[in-house]
Structure formats: structure tokens, C-alpha cells
């Protein structure tokens, strides 16, 4: 009697089986966690570092960031830890409404947590008499709020450029032709080098969720200005979005079209075979007629070698000369 294996649940799926996508819950904190880690460490590192003494410069660190967390918790949620790039994605198609707004949702929330964490160490610090003029050196702003005192068009124009670029980086490379690891190293790289851009015109974050982070602990001028920060950076999403979304409605199509060719071609090679199995068949006589002449004359081969052997012995009789 033969033993029964047991079930494998470590096999791997057969080949084009797609993976059970996990539930909402655990992609809410993938999401929310990812994003605590970002706004915990783009808005720490500048905030308890000296520029003077400091191995690591914060845009660097916040790159490193949010390669890390893509690498860590991409594969459950995805990997956004950012409003405009979740926008982006609902424009591109990839994801529904209602997860999108849950995406959002548990992104501010991650970000608020963090922005309290570093609050209160900030609080226990004897040296920081104001923890919210503390906070107002991290936050974004634009106009006397700006280190280089950048208008309000300008800020608004590098935010949604900046959202844009990083939002197509992140659609391009999270593509299923791509590495695991292409996602998560472009966007890092991306996001840092922009960050080094925004920091120097206005703190500007490129996300919603840091923006609303730090401008609840900031001053009062902070919330002001936030609108910016927020609609800005959703703006250049939905432009990155919309034209990834004309990019598969255009690949659909090519491939549309390339396979009604090849259909076309079939149906075209079908009409034809009848009429050429027919050419093949007409030099062939038809079988009637070999019946028939078998049955006319059954032996034609014996009859004329028993008609030679007839005339040889006539010829050696001499009845023939």
C-alpha cells in the first residue's frame, strides 16, 4: 500500500498563473508604515543634522529611504508611500477608486505619525525653545518662507514637474518587462536628486503626505501655504498618469490590430486551400474508371503472354515462315 504525499505549499505556480494580490488591510500598513519610514527620515535627517557635520546629506537620505521601503513592503501594496504617485496610478488605470483613496488615507496617516514622533523628541530637547520654529526649517513654503525666496509660480511649476518625473519613473519602471529591483532603485535616485533641487528653492517634498506631516507642526503661515504642496504635486501625477494610460491605449491597439492581420491571414489562407487541394486533383483519374476497365478485361497481361507463346510454337511448327 503506497504512502500519500502531502500537498506542497512551497511549489511554484505554473507558468502565466498570476499571484493572489494581498488584502486591503495589509496593504494599508505596508502603506502607511512606508511612508512613516519616509517622512521620518526626509524630515529627521535635515532636522538633527548639522550641514557642517553631517556624513549623509537629506536628500541622499531620503532617496535611501524610499529605495529601502519599495524594497521592503513593494511587494505588498506596491510600494507608493505617496499621494501624487497613487493618483497617478488612478489615471494610469492601475488602480480602482475606492483603493486609492484608502492608499491616501493611510499615507497622510504614516506621515502624521512620524511628523508627532519627531515633535516629541523635539519637545525633550533642552535646547529647542520652539518646537514648531524648529519644525518651520523642514517645511515646504514659497515667498519670504523660501531660502531663496521663490515666488509662488515658481514653486508651483518645480512641484508638479518634480510630481511628474517621479510619478513616470515610477509607472515606467514598475512595468512587469523590468527588474524587481528597477522601481525602487530609479525611483530612490530620482526622488533624491529632486529633493536636492527642492531643498534649495523651498523644502519642496514632492508629497502630499510629508507636506501635511510637517505643516501641522509648523507654524501657523505653514497650513497657509500648504494648498500648494498638495494640489501641485497631484496636478503633475494626473499629466504623468494621463499620458501613460495613451501609451497602453496605444499599445492595445497596435496589438489589436496585429492580430486582426494575422486572423485576416488564416481565413484568407483557408479560402485558398480548397481550390488548390482541387488543382492537385485534377490530372488524377478518377477511380470509376479504373473499376471499369478492370472488370473489362481482369487478366491483360496473361492473355498476351499466352497470345506470344502461341505464335512462337506456330513459328516452330512451320505453319509460320
Known sequence: MSTPVPARHDAVPPSGAVAAQPRLLPRLVAEAFGTFFLALAGLGVPLFSLPQSSPLPAALAAGLAVTAAMLAFGHVSGGHFNPAITAGHLVAGRIRLGGAAAYTVAQVAGGMVAAFALYGILRTLPGIADSRTAFDTVTAGFGEHSIIQAPLAAVLLLEMIGAAIITAVFLGTADRRSG???????????????LQLGLSVGNLPFNPARAVASAVFSSGWAVEQLWVFVAAPFAGAVIAGLAFRSFNAASSAAAASADSADVLAAGNAAEQLPAVAGNAADPVPPVEEFVAAREADPKPAARNTEAEASEAQEFF????G
Do not use: E, I
Open 317 to 320: 511448327d512451320g505453319k509460320r
Open 180 to 194: 524587481p529591483s528597477a522601481a525602487p532603485v530609479a525611483v530612490g535616485l530620482s526622488f533624491a536628486v529632486l
